[in-house]
């Protein structure tokens, strides 16, 4: 193909409601869950769905999308569109930090993403900002990937990686994860580890055989499964989300460790935390007032059972 390929007349186009469920792709696509995504000057997303190209925008009340062989099932299983976004919300605790960030980002979903692309994303993310994994993942597409137009290329499989050194890995600007990655390929290529049989394992399994594979560690595995696998009751904890935890709900604690926070997480934010993770995660990042000054922290220390930790006093 030449030229822009998503720009043909003739290409399937699909129009979904959002009435019901709400989504904000502007906020869902920025939210540091997938990394192929091109914003254009005329508002329409351009990016990959099953990995196929297409555009995506939102016009009024619909989600609209076109792309060769794009389908409305892909489409709806891409967002999350079939999901009870009602029955998630209600499953929240009566939490004032996890409304304040639902309030910032209400239309915030979480997307089903092709298990390969995600395991190499989040190997690659480790040290990294959002805007370094997106330039890595370009890289990575425009070295080893195919060429569907000019300005297209898909994303590598395993086996293509595998067949690369360690030194043109890094010529992608992956620095010391190109091990990583280049191990990982090989481990994914050879059936060493298989991505589709962890689609059926618990989700316990499925954790411990993603940590099998290079460069990823249990952050990195509950990335995957919580963005490629669809499991709503995973919580990963990155930097990020480590500073909210400690700052709103532990008072800043130095004492708290990490498996304190992470059982806190699992008992506190219900069976659908995934969610709320992401939540909160996009609010701190984007929101300048997320994390107050600790003497107008309004948490107290958690509680062993229901409710988040209600203000000590009003913030601001």
């Given amino acids: 193909m030449t030229g822009d390929s998503l720009s043909q007349p ?11 469920h ?49 389908t409305s099932a892909a489409v709806t299983t891409y967002f999350g569109l079939e999901l009870p976004i009602r029955e998630i919300f209600s499953s929240f605790p009566n939490d004032p930090w996890l409304d304040k960030a639902r309030t910032f980002a209400p239309g915030l979903r979480i997307l089903r993403q092709e298990p390969w692309e995600t395991l190499c994303n989040f190997i690659c993310s480790s040290l990294k900002q959002i805007v370094q994994i997106k330039q890595i993942n370009h890289e990575l597409r425009q070295v080893f990937g195919d060429a569907i137009d000019e300005s297209l290329h898909s994303f590598p499989d395993a086996s293509r990686l595998a067949l690369a050194t360690e030194a043109r890995l890094r010529d992608c600007r992956l620095g010391f994860r190109a091990r990583h990655l280049f191990v990982a390929s090989q ?14 394992l618990s989700t316990s399994e499925a954790r411990e055989e993603l940590m099998r594979v290079q460069g990823v560690g249990e952050k990195v595995a509950n990335c995957i499964l919580l963005f490629a ?55 701190i990042r984007h929101d300048s ?28």
């Avoid at 003739?10 to 019901?20: I, K, R, T």
């Avoid at 481990?187 to 059926?200: D, F, K, M, P, T």
């Avoid at 669809?230 to 990155?238: C, H, N, Q, T, W």
């Fill in 10 to 20: 003739d290409l399937p186009q699909v129009s979904l409601s959002l009435f019901s």
């Fill in 22 to 70: 709400g989504l904000d792709l502007d906020a869902t696509l920025t939210s540091g869950q997938s990394f192929s995504w091109r914003r254009g000057m005329d508002g329409r997303w351009r990016g990959w769905i099953e990995g196929r190209p297409c555009l995506v925008w939102s016009q009024g009340d619909a989600l609209r999308a076109v792309g060769p062989g794009l």
């Fill in 187 to 200: 481990q994914i290529a050879s059936s060493e580890i298989s991505l589709e049989r962890i689609a059926g």
């Fill in 229 to 283: 696998y669809g499991r709503p009751e995973v919580f990963p904890i990155d930097v990020w989300v480590e500073r909210v935890l400690r700052r709103l709900y532990f008072h800043d604690n130095p004492r708290v460790k990490h498996e304190k926070l992470r059982d806190f997480a699992e008992s506190h934010f219900g069976p659908y935390r995934g969610y709320a993770q992401q939540f909160l995660f996009h609010w």
């Fill in 289 to 316: 007032k997320a994390l107050i000054p600790e003497k107008k922290a309004a948490a107290s220390r958690p509680r062993k059972k229901s409710s988040a930790p209600k203000p000590a006093q009003k913030a601001g």
